[in-house]
Every structure is written in structure tokens, then in C-alpha cells.
């Protein structure tokens, strides 16, 4: 697109009381105000001609292929002509969607050959699908008055997810520091219960292992050689929910769920376990279907970025009923989920332990700080003694649901946020260990 600058239009708008005034005083002159307009005229369509060729310039971006929240990422651009001349200056502006910071426009100089290379910066404010809308490159011509601008719609996604960065570390750190299954740090074989092979009774081994009938065939010690097990399903179900809405120490508490959730996802299918990311509020939402082997944990990753915020109350029943129709076999159920009282955990209870009847489930939930903190504080005033005993019987009753869910053989972790991604995984290692699945 080709537009006169503000200095074109303001030197032809100078033409036209100058021919008013030649016209009424020197009627003779007026053909010096035409020509005055006429030679501007031409002076703005020779600035069009030897300026910089719209049609010349290019737009290449490397844009990321993830995002994280907390974080920010550089966006590579490279702005190029292929013939002709250069701009002196070039101003760019990119447009994005909500889910990003406002990127201001950026005036650009000097060119390494026929390429200008930026980077602009691009800072997520929450979860969710970032959109690179269009680049507005803009430039004037040699005598400046034309401006010249070029569009190039962009309309790419980009999936914003929590900052997990840490994840694969701190996946690395517990498998450093523990053995997945017993005390072998092998991966095919450990403490599981699926056996694999005898092989002859050595010191250091578990005494518990030999196979005293073999062994009195052979005439030698045997001991059992296990195998552990895979291809378990885990099934990851976020609560996105009003509850799971709510901020925890700045951080809504769904956003901690998921980088836990991460984290568990990548140790299991380390271990050739198959996993599913499934979430509701009101109804049922994203579905991933199983993935499976290590080079599922990017899909995940990016999948967990559709688990938008809600502000709509929880239906348990829709939700688990779904969820229990699309599983075909015995699955490890973890549901990330928050109640307040009795009240509202009715019929996640009731639901909860149709799935009990085939699955096993694990409930994630985060300790109350806030109440446990009124509880803690100093009664100095009466107001103090009030907002704890309240707090009190809110904590007593959290404690009745709980006692509940593990009447009915579901396991229970509750803890700090802090904690929550270890308790997880300490979990998921107990439950391969004693064959639960």
C-alpha cells in the first residue's frame, strides 16, 4: 500500500490558498498555484517510482514452537528486498493476539547486504493458544513523501504452556538418585512381578528371589530374575473448574496441576507407560487420546496448553461417566481437583467410586495454607478466634471427604505445591512396586 506522507500532504494543501490568493489578486498567475500542485504531484509519484519496491520485500520469521508462561522467547524476523534500493529506515510492528504482551513498533536501520535481521520478544501473560496476527512494515521514500507499507498476514499458533523447563532436570534428578524399581538401576529389569529368567543365586542378591524347587533340581541356587511392567494406562484428569481456577500463591492452582502432571508424564512414559490428558468443567473438554514412548511428551506438552481457565462449577458426573465410557481397560485415574466442604464433594464422591470399581484412582489435591494459617494464628483479638474456628471446621470436614475417598481404596496425596510434582512421582513408583495396576 502506497500513501502520501503527512510532508506530501501538507505541501499540496500550501498550493491551495496560494492559488485563492493569486486568483483574487493576479488573476494572471494563477497557472503558477496549478503548476505548483502539478510539480508536488509529480515530485510524490517520482518519490513513489525510485524508493524502495513493495513488491521486492520479504518476510521470513522463525517463530517458536512453544511458549511458557513466566517466560519470554525472541521471534527471529529477517526483512529482505531482492532488487532495487534500500530504505534508510524501516519501521515494523507485530500484532498478536491477547494471550501476549503488547509488542511496541520498532524503528529498524542500517541493512547487512540485502537482509535486516530483528528479534522481537514475545512474553505469554497465561495458558492458552498465541496468535501471530500480522506484521506492518512500514518505510518512506529517498524525498519522503510517500510512505509505503506492506502487511503480512501471519495467523500462526502458538501453544502456550507452563514453564516446564525443569521438568526434564528434575526427571533426570530422580532417576539419578533412585532406581526406578528396587535397588537396580536398570530399566528392563527390577523388582517388578512379571518374571523373566532364573539365573544363579550371587551375593548381594535378594534371598527372597531364589527358587528353592529349581534349585534342588539343578543342584545350585536359582534366584528369580523380574521384569518390570509397561504399557500401564495413566490417565491424567484436570479439574479446569472454578476451584482449580483460583490462584495458590499467585499461581492458579490447574497451572501447578499441570506441571506436575508433566512431570509424572514424562517419568511414565520413560518407563513405556501409555498416558492421556483429559479435562472438564461443566462437560467434558480436551481429549488426547494414549500416547505413548518418550517422543509422546511434546505432544502432551503442547496439548496441556488447550486446558483453558473456567469459571464454571465442576460436573462430576458428566465428566467421570465420560471418561469411564472411553476407557476399554484397567487404568491408573489421577484427578487433579479441589472441594470446599461436604456439601460440594457429594457427587464427586458418588462418581469417584463408580471408578473404583475398575480403575484405580489416585486424587491430587493441594493442601488449604490459607485455612490452615487462620487455624495457626494467634488468637489475639475475638475476630481471630472466630475466623480459626470456622477454618477449623471447614479443615475437619476437608478431612471427612478424604477419609471417604481412602474407605473406598482411593489413594490420597495432598501436600505443598512445592511438593506436589515429587509426591506424585513417589506415588506412581509405590503403586509399578507392589503391582497395583
Known amino acids: 500500500m502506497i500513501s502520501p506522507t503527512p510532508r506530501a500532504i501538507f505541501l499540496m494543501l500550501l498550493g491551495v490558498p496560494l492559488m485563492l490568493a493569486i486568483a483574487l489578486m493576479a488573476p494572471a498567475l494563477w ?13 510524490i509519484l517520482m518519490d513513489a517510482m525510485i524508493g524502495a519496491s513493495l513488491r521486492a520485500f520479504k518476510v521470513d520469521l522463525g517463530p517458536p514452537a512453544l511458549l511458557y508462561v513466566g517466560g519470554s522467547d525472541p521471534l527471529p524476523v529477517v526483512l529482505s528486498f531482492s532488487d532495487g534500493p534500500l530504505p534508510r ?39 492458552g493458544l498465541a496468535k501471530l496476527v500480522r506484521l506492518w512494515s512500514r518505510w518512506t521514500g529517498p524525498l519522503g513523501l510517500v510512505q509505503k507499507r506492506h502487511i503480512a ?4 499458533g502458538i501453544a502456550v504452556t507452563p514453564n516446564i523447563r525443569w521438568v526434564k532436570d528434575e526427571a533426570i534428578r530422580l532417576f539419578s ?38 534349585s534342588a533340581r539343578h543342584r545350585q541356587l536359582l534366584a528369580k530374575e523380574f521384569r518390570t511392567e509397561r504399557n500401564h494406562n495413566i490417565v491424567f484428569a484436570f479439574d479446569t473448574g472454578r476451584l482449580m481456577s483460583e490462584p495458590l500463591g ?12 508433566l512431570l509424572l508424564s514424562y517419568v511414565s512414559l520413560r518407563h513405556g507407560d501409555r498416558t492421556m490428558f483429559y479435562g472438564f468443567d461443566s462437560r467434558p473438554g480436551l481429549t488426547t487420546g494414549f500416547l505413548s514412548g518418550p517422543r509422546g511428551f ?21 465428566a467421570l461417566s465420560t471418561l469411564a465410557n472411553r476407557l476399554e481397560r484397567r487404568s491408573l485415574i489421577i484427578i487433579f481437583s479441589d472441594f470446599v466442604d461436604t456439601i460440594s464433594a457429594e457427587l464427586m464422591l458418588e ?20 485455612m490452615s494459617a487462620l487455624v495457626d494464628a494467634p488468637p489475639e483479638t475475638t475476630e481471630d478466634v472466630t475466623r480459626a474456628v470456622i477454618a477449623d471446621g471447614m479443615l475437619a470436614e476437608r478431612d471427612v471427604v478424604l477419609r471417604r475417598l481412602q474407605r473406598m481404596g482411593v489413594q490420597i496425596i495432598e501436600t505443598k505445591p512445592e511438593a506436589f510434582g515429587g509426591a506424585l512421582i513417589s506415588r506412581y513408583l509405590q503403586i509399578k512396586q507392589r503391582d497395583m495396576l
Open 298 to 318: 511434546p505432544k502432551a506438552q503442547g496439548m496441556a496448553a488447550n486446558l483453558d481457565y473456567s469459571t464454571e462449577e465442576t460436573n462430576f458426573t458428566l
Open 153 to 156: 498476514v501471519l495467523d500462526h
Open 89 to 127: 529506515r524501516i519501521q515494523v510492528q507485530l500484532e498478536t493476539n491477547e494471550i501476549l504482551e503488547d509488542i511496541p513498533a520498532k524503528g529498524l536501520r542500517g541493512w547487512d547486504g540485502r537482509e535486516r535481521p530483528h528479534e522481537f520478544t514475545l512474553t505469554p501473560k497465561r495458558r
Open 351 to 370: 462418581n469417584v467410586k463408580r471408578l473404583t470399581d475398575r480403575h484405580l484412582i489416585l486424587f491430587a489435591t493441594f493442601e488449604d495454607e490459607v
Open 31 to 43: 497557472t503558477v498555484s496549478a503548476g505548483w500542485i502539478v510539480g508536488v504531484g509529480a515530485l
Open 250 to 261: 499467585g499461581v492458579p492452582k490447574i497451572d501447578r496441576a499441570i506441571n506436575a502432571g
Open 177 to 214: 538418585r533412585d532406581a526406578a524399581f528396587g535397588i537396580k538401576t536398570q530399566i528392563e529389569r527390577g523388582d517388578g512381578s512379571e518374571f523373566d529368567a532364573l539365573r544363579e543365586f550371587s551375593s548381594g542378591m535378594d534371598r527372597r528371589a531364589i527358587d528353592w524347587k529349581h
